[in-house]
């Protein structure tokens, strides 16, 4: 139905980088991806981006223009 991989690697600035990705096998993976994309674009991708921004906020407290 669907093959996928996940991937951790090692950046020097950003620490470890995790990735998944995914390939659909034939007509029913095809339609399974295509099904979980409007979820994940409404869901999971806002809610990844509000994580990211409040661990990035807690490790850069600064604002963006204060330091002037």
Do not use: H, Q
Not at 24 to 44: C, M, N
Request: charged share 25%; proline share 6%; net charge positive.
């Amino acid at each position: 139905m669907v093959r996928s991989r996940a991937d951790l690697g090692r950046r020097r600035a950003c620490g470890v980088r995790r990735a998944v990705y995914v390939k659909p096998r034939g007509r029913l993976g095809s339609a399974y991806v295509a099904f979980i994309k409007p979820f994940r674009y409404l869901v999971v991708y806002p809610a990844l981006m509000r994580y990211i921004e409040r661990a990035w906020n807690r490790r850069v407290p600064t604002a963006v223009g204060a330091a002037a």
